[in-house]
């Protein structure tokens, strides 16, 4: 049942993925800006900068790039937790999990880059393909912490029984 659930879940990110690649330059371009403006918004608030709105959208126009870096990042993270959890549920060594994780993540970044090359104003970049790789292998390594973390109190709990 566990293979199923995760199987489903890989599928529903990766069509959660695809739907945003096929926006739009435009109307991607929207939402991050949108983010980043909030984001500027917050800030403001939060410091008690008193910004102007122009110096707000100026701000949110600094920060576009990197919120949109950092959610393809984040996008592919989860991806790659996704399949570790699926991968979990094989007789497959850690290493090998990781493994395929990774290249599976990266095979999914590069055929989205490639999908982007048919969307108005978008265009397919090896460069985001390693960035989004990167996102991909920083999920795994929280992968990796987690499943230490709950491997030692799984240990633990089973020597304090005894």
Not at 122 to 138: E, Q, Y
């Given at each position: 049942m566990?293979?199923?659930i995760t199987g489903i879940f890989i599928i529903l990110w990766m069509i959660i993925i695809?739907?945003?690649s096929a926006q739009p330059a435009v109307q991607?371009?929207?939402i991050s800006g949108s983010v980043a403006y909030r984001i500027a918004e917050w800030q403001n608030h939060f410091f008690r900068s008193n910004k102007s709105k122009a110096e707000l959208y100026r701000q949110a126009e600094s920060m576009q790039l990197i919120i949109r870096k950092g959610a393809h990042m984040g996008e592919y993270a989860l991806?790659?937790?996704f399949l570790c959890l699926h991968l979990n549920c094989y007789?497959?060594?850690r290493r090998r999990q990781a493994l395929l994780a990774t290249g599976i993540t990266a095979g999914y970044a590069a055929t989205d880059e490639f999908?982007?090359?048919f969307v108005p104003g978008?265009?397919?970049?090896?460069?985001?393909?390693?960035?989004?790789?990167?996102?991909?292998?920083?999920g795994l390594l929280l992968w990796l912490i987690l499943f230490q973390l709950w491997y030692k109190r799984k240990q633990y709990s089973s020597k304090k029984r005894c």
């Open positions: 566990r293979k199923k695809f739907a945003f991607s371009s929207e991806l790659a937790l007789a497959i060594s999908h982007q090359l978008r265009a397919g970049r090896f460069s985001d393909v390693c960035i989004d790789t990167l996102g991909g292998i920083l």
